[in-house]
């Protein structure tokens, strides 16, 4: 007899290799005390719904004070809750419960950048020119007259420019919005301080971090820069000056040093994205974080080449570092799947027709053209139970099990992203997959909480409540648990391995692969496809006539 999963889970370091991982955003997870944001006594009170899902792990965006000006990505100080969420021991208290579970925790930790509140970096603007307070934090002298001109004309990657006067003729340098200063990871204190911070976290029993921004800690900002130009004709990689350069792996050394402290070891994963990327496979080598994130799947849109493009490039990326492969269809950065996949071109060969396509769509308020909900809906299920079929861990984004579509439509007096402040009538921003899930079909906020939430919910969110859809065979949630509690019995199947074996279909647009006697077939073509014999375990959607219909994933034991 196959380990258990859950002797296994406890049992085994290796855990998170072939882990589900759930993304709780928790602002807009679940309040817990109706002040409209969501905390930890909300999520406390939905362990029993996160173990009922089957997951191995939940991964918790930032939970720390902060002025919120990049949704809590903005870290006024790494080693606390914003009381606004909750405090310190309901952290504990959730994270045992979580445990007792069956379920492990990773959080977020944010290197790149503090937020301007940081004491260090309130510091740094007390300090002089030059002074230790300031080396924590990046610099530079600005140019011309009254040094009012930036150090380079570099936009900052929410719009706007990268650099922010002080008032004394010196500027600091943000990647992201200006209340998001880049940390000098020169600076030994900086590297001294993270290693505090990641022994903090573990000792309160956490289990892994997702590192955010994870290619962009070691920069070359010596002067003279380029130009925005040149800047964008450098490739990413050792000679770029901000992104995935040698040295950040010299940073995750020592951060593996900490991890390998606890027992079991402490894991990781590395936000970077850059696509296609074979560089990545360093991050996710076991001397550094261990995986890393890739994003290919979610650029593959629903186009059977690409999406096959996109499995074999990650198989073998990770076979050259010797990590399981990740998977991603959705985060709180991207448009959700069931509306991307309920839009035109999604099945077009052009890679970037999707995200521009996206936000030029976002900028209608949703109605142009109109969403193929049903369409997109049908993918979506497809989508992910193709994922779930893959050796690998899978990252699943709150909501998504819900089938739950972007809202396009939110009034500009109610958006907090910054991108929608800092590129007005470019890009709306990234609220529309933020908005707080629905629990119930009814109440003030829809079983969010007993006042109204955070972001504004659109009626239709009644249709795609938790308990709406846990009463009808027939939802994307019926079809996740479905997929999720099949998946834990076979992956420890005999046979079962981590080797994907393409199976040739004579239609190019039927995509079939098998793991031993896991076979997984997923019908890209507009017509309907032919079955293979063996025994069906699941489908996304219901056959006709024996045959696959369109937008349909089946997985069958032979
Ligand atoms: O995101 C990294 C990042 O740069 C992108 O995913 C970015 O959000 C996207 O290109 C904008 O369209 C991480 C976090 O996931 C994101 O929420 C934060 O805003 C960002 O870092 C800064 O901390
Ligand atoms: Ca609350």
């Known amino acids: 007899m196959p380990a258990t999963h859950e002797t296994r889970q406890w049992t085994d370091p290796r855990w998170w290799r072939d882990a589900v991982v759930y993304q709780i955003y928790p602002r807009s997870f679940a309040d817990g005390n109706g002040d409209g944001i969501g905390d930890l006594a909300g999520i406390a009170s939905r362990v029993p719904y996160l173990k009922s899902l089957d997951i191995d792990a939940v991964w918790l965006s930032p939970f720390y004070p902060s002025a919120l000006a990049d949704g809590g990505y903005d870290v006024d100080d790494y080693r606390a809750v914003d009381p606004r969420i909750g ?50 934090y990046i610099f530079r002298r600005g140019h011309g007259e ?39 990871w020169d600076n030994p204190q900086v590297r001294e301080d993270f290693l505090t911070t990641l022994r903090f976290w573990s000792d309160h029993g956490v289990d892994g971090f997702r590192v955010d921004v994870a290619m962009a800690l070691a920069k070359d900002l010596s002067e003279p820069l380029p130009s925005a130009a040149e800047l964008a004709a450098i490739p990413i990689g050792p000679t770029h000056p901000l992104y995935d350069r040698d040295e950040v792996d010299e940073i995750y050394a020592g951060w593996r040093g900490v991890f390998n402290e606890y027992d079991p ?15 990545k496979a360093r991050y996710a080598t076991e001397a550094s974080l261990g995986q890393a994130f890739f994003f290919d799947l979610m650029h593959a ?83 992910a139970m193709l994922m779930l079929a893959l050796p690998g861990s899978a990252y699943l984004y709150q909501g998504e099990e819900l089938g739950l579509r972007e ?37 003030p906020s829809f079983g969010f909480g007993t006042g109204a939430a955070h972001l504004p919910q659109p009626a239709w969110f009644a249709d795609y409540a938790v308990a709406r859809e846990d009463a009808d065979p027939d939802s994307t949630l019926a079809c996740y648990r479905r997929a999720l509690a099949l998946r834990r019995q ?16 004579d239609d190019p647009q039927v995509l079939c692969f098998s793991r031993g006697p896991w076979v997984c077939l997923t019908n890209f073509a507009g017509a309907p496809a032919a079955l293979l014999d063996g025994e069906i375990l699941a489908t996304s959607g219901e056959l006709t006539d024996g045959l696959v219909p369109p937008a349909t994933t089946v997985w069958l034991k032979r």
């Open 87 to 136: 405090t310190i021991e309901q952290f504990d208290t959730v994270v045992a419960a979580l445990h007792d579970a069956g379920v492990r925790v990773f959080i977020d930790i944010v290197p790149n950048h503090s937020s301007n509140r940081h004491a260090w970096f309130q510091a740094a603007l007390a300090a002089e020119p030059g002074s230790p307070e300031r080396d924590r």
């Open 301 to 383: 849109g629903f186009s059977a080449r690409r999406v096959h493009r996109a499995i074999t490039d990650v198989l073998g990326w990770t076979a050259e570092s010797g990590s399981a492969p990740t998977w991603v269809l959705a985060n709180h950065d991207n448009v959700r799947q069931a509306t991307r996949f309920g839009l035109p071109d999604v099945d077009s060969d052009d890679p970037w027709a999707g995200p521009d396509r996206d936000r030029r769509w976002l900028l209608t308020g949703g109605v142009d053209p109109v969403e193929d909900v049903a369409l997109g809906r049908a993918r979506a299920q497809a989508m």
């Open 146 to 184: 009254n040094h009012a001109t930036p150090p380079s004309d570099w936009p900052g990657a929410f719009g706007g420019s990268a650099w922010e006067p002080v008032g004394d003729g010196w500027f600091y340098f943000h990647i992201f919005a200006p209340e998001q200063p880049d940390f000098n």
């Open 407 to 443: 809202v396009a439509d939110i009034p500009a007096q109610a958006r907090q992203d910054p991108i929608f402040f800092r590129s007005p009538g470019f890009n709306v921003g990234r609220d529309g997959c933020r908005v707080p899930l629905p629990w119930t079909s009814d109440g």
């Open 265 to 279: 070891p402490r894991v990781a994963v590395a936000e970077l994205w850059a696509e296609p990327s074979p560089r």
């Open 490 to 505: 076979l992956r420890d199947m005999p046979g079962v391995g981590d080797e994907v074996t393409w199976l040739d279909r």
